[in-house]
C-alpha cells in the first residue's frame, strides 16, 4: 500500500461506538473491577486510549516496535538521554538543534554525560569519535538548519559494530519522507510540533525504538518522568498525520522551486537544500529520502546580520517566528532565535553564519512565495546600498 493509505488505515476505528475519530479520552484515571483489575489503564499519566493511538500510529509509521508520545520534542530527547549514566559519552552531529545542545550541555555535561560534535556527513568522522566510553550516536539528517545530510546506513553499521546506539530526530523529513529504522537506527525522536501535527497549533515529542526492550527501557522513563501529551494534543496529532504525506509532497514541492529561484540571487552565497545536485551528500540523500522536505536555508554574499534581518523582517507571506513545519510559511534568523544558545564559534564551524536565513516552506501557491522572497531581497538591498554610499560620501 501507498504511504498515505497506510497512514489512513493506522488509524483505527473506536472498537466501543464505531466512531472513525479516535475518541479524547479526556480522564486522569479509570475506574478498576477489583484493585488491580481494570481494562488495560488505571491512571492517565501511565497510560492513555488517545496517547495510545498516536503512540501504536507513529511506531507504525517509522517501522518500529513501540512509540512513546512527549509533551515536547524536548522531552522527547530528554527521556533517551535517560538511558545514560554519568560517564557515558555521547557522540553528536555538529550541526545540532539548538533546543538539544543547550539540554546536552547545560543540564546533562553536569550529571558527568559528555559530548563530542562531529561532521556527520563524512562517517569516518563518527568512527573516529568512537571511544569505550561511547554509548550514543545523535544525529538529525536532514540537520537544522544547514541541512545536512548524513549517511544512515553507514553510520547504524558502525554503531552496531561498536555496541553503542544510534538515535535520528528524524523531524525534518518525517516517516512520508524516510525511515531512519530501515537503515539502522536503534531509536527514533520527533518533535510532533512540526511536519507530523503540521498546523503550528501545538508542542509534541515522540520516540520510536526498534526493539521491544528499548521499548520497555523509553516506556519506563515516560512513566517516572510524567512528561507526557495530553489526550487532545495527541488527538491533534493524529490528525496532523491524516494529511502528512500530502502535506511533504507539497512543502518539498515547493521548496525544492524556491530552492532553485534562491540560487539565481546575486545578493546569496550559499542555497543549502537537498534538493539541489550541489548539496553535499545529495546522492545519499535521494536515496534515503522520499521527498526532500520543506525546510530551504541561504546565507548572504556579505555577512551581515543586520541585512539579514532586513531580510526577514521585509517579508509578507514568510511570518518571522520560531519554529517550522506549519502549513504556513515561516522564516527566521538562527543566530538571534533558534541557534542562539550555541557559542558563535561552534555556530559559525557549523556553517551557521550570522546572515544565515532559514525558510520554513508551506504549501501557498508557490508563485506567490517567491515573489515574496524578491520583494524583501530586493528592498533589503536598495537599503543596504544607500547606507553604503552615505557611508563613503
Known sequence: MSEQTTILHSIPVDELTGAISVPIYQTSTYVQDAPGVNKGYDYARSNNPTRKALEDLIAKLE??????AFASGLA??????????AGDEIVAVDDIYGGAFRLFTHVYEKFGITVTYVDTTDAENVL????PKTKLIWIESPTNPTLKISDIEAIG????????????DNTFASPAAQKPINYGADIVVHSATKYLAGHSDLIAGLVVTATPELGEKIKFIQNASGAILAPFDSWLVIRGIETLSLRI???????QAIAEFLTTQPLIKNVYYPGLPTHKNHAIAAEQ?????????????IDDKQLATDIVSNTKLFKLAESLGGVKSLLCLPCEMTHKSIPVEKRYAAGVTDSLIRLSVGIEDVEDL???LQQAIELATKNHNAKQQVFTA
Open 76 to 85: 522527547a530527547i530528554d527521556a533517551v538521554i535517560k538511558l545514560l549514566q
Open 370 to 372: 517567491i515573489a515574496d
Open 63 to 68: 517501522n518500529g516496535t513501540n512509540g512513546y
Open 157 to 168: 553499521k558502525i554503531a552496531k559494530a561498536s555496541n553503542v546506539l544510534l538515535c535520528v
Open 249 to 255: 509532497k507539497q512543502h518539498s514541492e515547493n521548496a
Open 128 to 131: 573516529n569519535a568512537i571511544t
Open 289 to 301: 529520502l522520499k521527498y526532500f522536505g520543506g525546510v530551504v536555508t541561504f546565507d548572504l554574499k
